[in-house]
């Protein structure tokens, strides 16, 4: 049997979803292992898509696979432009992969339509882009070029791949056009004005050649231009005509920021020249320009706000706007020939030429893109992340060490630390000389301390830039229910605070401190969903970022004796039928139960007892007939790592009810369910729990349990790790740049993920790391940690940073005291606006002191 969606298809289904899932699967890492330039990709709605793979996760039983609901028809309406072609449907713009649409390969489509029909399909290719590894990825958005004949005036719109070649732009724009290629002129039509006359026998790319997404292109025939047609700006030279700013001018798109920010980046300036009337470097009386504007290419705020303070970063300008030829590094395998400073150069001479109020950054967009392909689409980015690639780009395209020296990496071993780090500076420049590691770069001391053996590692490392934690997301509120299983209290809430980043092992001690835990008495940890678990956290190391703020975990109180070997985990899951309409349907209610039972047969009237025990405490009356099984504790359900099908209750199945047969007068209905199985089963006598993972019984509750037992204690609302309140409004928090130092420089623990290899103990520790400034660098970048991000959640810490803008100090936070200058100006801000999704990068830039 078909449900009705399947029965409008027309079709049967040849594939079980268990089929469905496995052929998919493997047609996927196929297409994973055959990577080719071309390779033909399909785009499908999300929507769609979820619907399917959340039918073919659920885990069915024979019996109830005729009553699953399939999705219907692929529908990818909801992502395309409803203005464009039927016959050649375009996405809508700014979509996500993952939220708004997938990608799913040729063989995977055929399938889906296969079995599904539906559509229109959305065809792209696989391309290949990067300067010296390439990487593979999707063309989602092809180029999107608007043609304006010169003949007539008439527009019209060319697609194509932003791998093509300008020859094959010319072909494809003449056959639209019905021109020879030997009569046809092309020009790089950007902003509506003539920038470039294309070669019709170019080879390069289309990326290559700096063509925007949605720019125009202008086609002349015979050569003969319109004079509708702007010829100004062809060939132009900039002219250097001064401009007069106003004093202390700042360049921003927003608020100028007056000593405070909630943004993420700022640039400091070492011993900046004051205004002596005679500096000609500096913001001293340089020629008054550098106020031209950068224009958004699509999405690229991020890249300008950047720009525009590397543009104001003097000791950068100064270099720049003279001659750097002679350290242009074609040789070195990391940067690009010199191809991205040479183009960083050339952009900074546009800024600094006066006649213009706008520059665009197209070519210098596109060379970036290929040093990091990240950057070659029209995604937001984070500027911090933009100037990180861009600075280690500029840096190896200037490197004038042509042949980097081995030099193996000492240890300290109680040498003076002056020593180490001049060492280790020396080293440092020994490999890497450039204009970025003299204005840039600073050394901090880096301490590790094995807490095993109390080894010390200390090492000097360079700098780009300071991330500064912001101190209010060191710790985390965590609210946990402890099932202790007695009859003064069955189930207690308790609220601790524990490292943001820290892990389980964190919430366990907090937890045990908080409910009293005993030396011998451990706790086992779950996350309960829809009255089942949907898993057990049970490694010590494990991330509490993986923890959502609602979810609904519950720590169960063993004695240790109870969980050592020879002991597997037994759950057990309360389920009551319930009668809906016509049908039935299965309703799990309550808290499940875990307890740990001996790995040996176990019959019927065994789990009886277990379950006779366990439930004791919610007894109505003392009977003398009660079995009260002494020292087993409490109840669970699935070991679903993975499981999807956990989430939802199962459907009711055709069950025997004697499983009491045989085996005296049994106070419950108890039945067996596997691992990934929704089905009920008879439990069959000499039953034995499986070692290896848990093993979960389902009870009957029929009328005769609920007045033996009163079920209301067990069916409570479980507390949320954390529940924010949404009429409380909480004060705006404000921090100082110097507790965000003092909380970077903090002594902490390394991540779970990030262990230490000791020397000492020659095994992986969890060592304790503390950083400390040693060196300072002329420009000193300071980015403010303000996105967070775990597996299941991205936030924006949105508090109030306060700074001084003049006379910034950080002696008391620098080691090494040489009477290097410690004070620092603020002359750039990189600040974002808006959430995690999206949001604008205005720059705020001293332009004249």
């Avoid at 019927?604 to 002494?630: C, E, M, N």
């Avoid at 740049?737 to 000791?758: H, K, Q, R, T, V």
């Avoid at 304790?768 to 002329?778: N, Q, R, S, V």
Wanted: charged share 25%.
């Amino acid at each position: 049997m078909v449900n009705s969606d399947s029965e409008s298809m027309g079709c049967d289904f040849p594939c079980t979803l268990e089929e469905e899932r496995r052929i998919v699967t493997g047609l996927m890492s196929e297409a994973e292992d055959q990577l080719k330039e071309g390779n033909l990709y399909f785009v499908i709605s999300n929507r769609w898509y979820t619907s399917w793979k959340r039918c073919v996760s659920q885990e069915i039983s024979s019996g109830e696979a005729s009553e699953v609901t399939r999705p219907g028809p692929i529908d990818n309406h909801d992502i395309i432009d409803s203005e464009s072609d039927a016959s050649d449907p375009q996405l809508l713009k700014n979509l996500e992969e993952a939220v708004d649409y997938v990608l799913v390969p040729e063989q995977v489509w055929k399938k889906l339509v296969e079995w599904y029909k539906g559509g229109p399909p959305i065809e792209r290719k696989l391309i290949s882009q990067g300067f010296h590894s390439k990487s593979y990825s999707v063309e989602v958005y092809p180029l999107c070029l608007k043609l304006t004949d010169s003949r007539d005036g008439s527009s019209s719109i060319i697609r194509l791949s932003k791998q093509a070649s300008v020859g094959q732009l010319f072909e494809t724009v003449c056959a639209a056009r019905g021109v020879s290629k030997e009569k046809a002129r092309i020009w790089d039509y950007f902003q509506k004005s003539k920038s470039v006359l294309l070669d019709p026998l170019s080879e390069k790319t289309l990326e290559e050649s700096c063509l925007q997404i949605d720019q125009d292109i202008l086609l002349e025939v015979d050569g003969s231009a319109s004079s509708q047609h702007d010829m100004s700006s062809a060939g132009n030279e900039l002219a250097l005509v001064p401009v007069e700013p106003t004093a202390n001018t700042m360049l921003s798109q927003g608020t100028v920021s007056n000593g405070h920010s909630n943004g993420s980046m700022f640039s400091l300036w070492k011993n900046p020249f004051k205004d002596d009337g005679g500096s000609s470097s500096g913001f001293g009386k340089r020629d008054k320009r550098g106020l031209a504007g950068l224009q958004n290419l699509g999405n690229t705020c991020f890249m300008n706000s950047t720009l525009q303070c590397l543009a104001h970063t003097p000791p950068i300008v100064d270099y720049f706007l003279k001659d750097y030829s002679g350290d242009i590094n074609e040789d070195n395998p990391l940067g690009m020939r010199g191809e991205l400073a040479v183009e960083f150069g050339e952009l900074l001479r546009k800024l600094w030429s006066s006649g213009q109020n706008t520059v665009a950054p197209r070519s210098f967009k596109t060379k970036l893109g290929r040093f990091a392909p990240q950057f070659s689409g029209y995604n937001q980015h984070d500027s911090q992340e933009m100037l990180s690639f861009l600075l280690d780009g500029l840096h190896e395209d200037l490197n004038k060490v042509k042949q980097k020296p081995y030099i193996e990496s000492k240890d300290s071993d109680g040498r003076p630390d002056d020593e180490v780090a001049d060492e280790m500076w020396k080293y440092h420049k020994a490999r890497n000389d450039s204009v970025i590691v003299d204005v840039c770069q600073g050394q901090y001391k880096s301490t590790l301390v094995c807490p095993d053996c109390g080894k010390i590692s200390i090492t000097f490392d360079p700098f780009m830039y300071l991330t500064l934690p912001l101190p209010t997301s060191r710790t985390r509120s965590m609210t946990v229910a402890v099932f202790y299983g007695d009859s003064n209290r069955l189930l207690t809430p308790y609220t601790v605070t524990v490292p943001r980043d820290g892990s389980l092992r964190d919430l366990s001690s907090a937890l045990g401190a908080a409910c009293g835990l005993k030396d011998d008495e451990s706790l086992l940890f779950a996350d309960v969903f829809s009255h089942k678990v949907f898993k057990y956290l049970d490694n010590p190391l494990e991330s509490l970022n993986e923890i959502k703020d609602n979810d609904r975990i519950v720590a169960y109180r063993f004695n240790q004796m109870h969980r050592g070997p020879g002991k597997a985990k037994l759950e057990i899951l309360h389920w009551e039928p319930k009668k809906f309409g016509i049908g039935r349907d299965t309703k799990y209610f309550g808290i499940p139960l875990v307890t740990y039972v001996n790995t040996e047969p176990l019959s019927k009237s065994d789990i009886d007892a277990i379950i006779s025990g366990l439930l004791s405490p919610l007894h109505r009356t003392q009977s003398s007939s009660s079995t009260v099984h002494v020292g087993e504790e409490n109840g669970h359900i699935p070991d679903v790592a993975g499981e999807t099908s956990g989430i939802s209750s199962p459907k009711d199945t055709e069950i025997e009810e004697d499983n009491a047969a045989g085996d005296g007068e049994l106070s419950f209905n108890v039945f067996f369910t596997e691992t990934y199985s929704s089905s009920l089963k008879p439990l069959e006598p000499g039953f034995v729990a499986n070692p290896c993972s848990a093993t979960k019984v389902v009870v009957k509750w029929s009328e005769k349990e609920h007045e033996k037992y009163d079920s209301s204690s067990l069916d409570v609302d479980l507390p949320e790790i954390y529940k924010s309140s949404l009429f409380l409004k909480k004060p705006k928090k404000e921090v100082s740049l110097f507790s965000c130092l003092e909380a970077f420089i903090a002594e902490e623990p390394l991540g779970p993920e990030d262990m230490w290899y000791c020397p000492g103990c020659k095994e992986h520790r969890q060592a304790k790391k503390k950083l400390d400034l040693w060196k300072l660098p002329e420009i000193l970048v300071v980015h403010l940690k303000r996105f967070t991000y775990s597996r299941f959640l991205k936030n924006k810490i949105d508090t109030l940073v306060n700074f001084p803008i003049h006379d910034l100090d950080l002696s008391k936070y620098v080691m090494n005291k040489d009477g290097q200058s410690c004070l620092y100006e603020l002359y750039a801000v990189s600040n974002h606006y808006g959430g995690i999704g999206g949001g604008t990068y205005p720059a705020s830039a001293k332009a004249d002191g």
